[in-house]
C-alpha cells in the first residue's frame, strides 16, 4: 500500500489550499484515513479524520475552517483548507488505519497497522 499526497504550497494568509491523498495497492477497505501536520520543532498532531461511514472529527484549531472528505472508488481522501493562517504552517501528511487488502490468491487481510504518505508541505505567510 502506498501514500500520495498532494496539494501543499505557498499561500498568503486567509487564502485557501486543497490537499488530496490518493492510496494505492489492492485495498478492499480502508477503516479510518486521516491527515495529521508536524511544524518544525513540534511533535505531530492530529487535524482531521474520516471513517469508513464518512464521519469526520477535526482538531479545534481546525474546525470551521477546514473540511476532510473521501472518495471510496478512488481510495482518496482531501482536505479543504480556508482562511488560512500562519500557525497552519507545517508538513502534513495523511494516513491510512485499518486495512483490508486482498491478495492475488483472493485471500482478504486485515491490517491494523497505519500507514503513511512522505508528507506535503503547506507554509501560510502573514
Known amino acids: 500500500v502506498q501514500l500520495q499526497a498532494s496539494g501543499g504550497g505557498l499561500v498568503q494568509a486567509g487564502g485557501s489550499l486543497k490537499l488530496s491523498c490518493e492510496a494505492s495497492g489492492r485495498i478492499v477497505r480502508i477503516d479510518r484515513m486521516g491527515w495529521y501536520r508536524q511544524a518544525p520543532g513540534k511533535e505531530r498532531e492530529l487535524v482531521a479524520t474520516?471513517?469508513?461511514?464518512?464521519?469526520?472529527d477535526y482538531a479545534d484549531s481546525v474546525k470551521g475552517r477546514f473540511t476532510m472528505s473521501r472518495d471510496r472508488a478512488k481510495n482518496t481522501m482531501y482536505l479543504q483548507m480556508n482562511s488560512l493562517k500562519p500557525e497552519d504552517t507545517a508538513v502534513y501528511y495523511c494516513n491510512l488505519h485499518g486495512l483490508t487488502t486482498i491478495l492475488p490468491t483472493g485471500e482478504y487481510v486485515v491490517d491494523g497497522d497505519d500507514y503513511w504518505g512522505e508528507g506535503t508541505q503547506v507554509t501560510v505567510s502573514s
Open positions: 474520516i471513517t469508513g461511514f464518512s464521519v469526520t
